[in-house]
């Protein structure tokens, strides 16, 4: 077996289990929420990032129904992986004690998060790049710490938790043909595991996100993995995002 398929089996079982959790998002009657006045409060209440940190599931899912797209971000934005409880994460935890793999929470958080940094959005080419941290060289087993890696398209798109209104999303299809100006952003020993197409078919994990504006330059972020619901994110920038919202905003009689 070739080191990259070793790597991806690992990686492929993980997700697994995870995703056997992970039968469905929670159900929400999004119309009934839509109406009831309690989107402006919602948002005020996310102020920023660490705010929303301690936020549930059913909460960041509220939260993340009542927001707008935005402008499609440009420039870096820093990143952070939550671990809401009723979540995939505890689920998952849930799921390998099962499977007669306990899984000590606190370490596998912190080793989650120390993998990833953050996006850097090329909004004229309609496109982004992964900040990589640490943690990615034991588990890939090449030091990218640090570089800008894991292209994907960006767009506007119909959401896979609510359709009211389009989100942006960042997907990790045909990551081999994203182009970026100045740069070769595709590497082959690497990027494949998020979701490429070649002609023989899919060889990644089929990663797609999607995110939401809560604030301007505060977004809110959903990670699936063949459409199933793995994590939530949030990206911060560091100033308000400008730009002209280009995704279909909704409506909404509360005015969010």
């Known amino acids: 077996m070739t080191r990259r398929n070793g790597i991806f089996l690992v990686i492929s079982v993980l997700v697994a289990l995870c995703a056997t959790a992970l039968r469905a998002d929670p159900w929400i009657d999004f119309a009934a929420f839509e109406h009831d006045g309690n989107c402006p409060p919602l948002l005020a209440q996310a102020a920023n990032a660490t705010q929303v940190a301690a936020w549930n599931q059913e909460q960041l899912d509220r939260l993340y129904a009542c927001a707008k797209a935005g402008p499609i971000p440009d420039g870096f934005l820093n990143g952070q992986v939550l671990f809401a409880n009723g979540g995939g994460f505890d689920q998952f935890v849930t799921f390998a004690a099962q499977l007669g793999f306990p899984v000590d929470k606190g370490r596998l958080k912190q080793f989650a998060e120390s993998l990833w940094k953050g996006k850097h959005f090329y909004r004229a080419d309609g496109a982004l790049l992964n900040l990589m941290g640490p943690n990615v060289e034991p588990l890939l087993g090449q030091d990218i710490k640090g570089q800008l890696r894991f292209p994907a398209k960006v767009y506007c798109g ?17 990551t081999d043909t994203v182009k970026i100006a100045g740069k070769t952003p595709y590497n082959d020993l690497v990027d494949w595991i998020a979701g490429d197409r070649t002609q023989t078919g899919r060889r990644g994990l089929n990663i797609r996100d999607e995110i939401r504006m809560v604030h301007p330059g505060f977004y809110l972020g959903r990670a699936y993995m063949d459409r199933i619901f793995l994590l939530n994110f949030t990206l911060t920038a560091s100033a308000p995002v400008s730009g002209q919202d280009v995704c279909w905003s909704g409506y909404s009689s509360t005015g969010a």
Do not use: H, M, T
Request: glycine share 0%; hydrophobic share 35%.
């Open 158 to 174: 119909q959401s896979l938790l609510d359709s009211r209104r389009e989100s942006i999303v960042i997907d990790y299809a045909k």
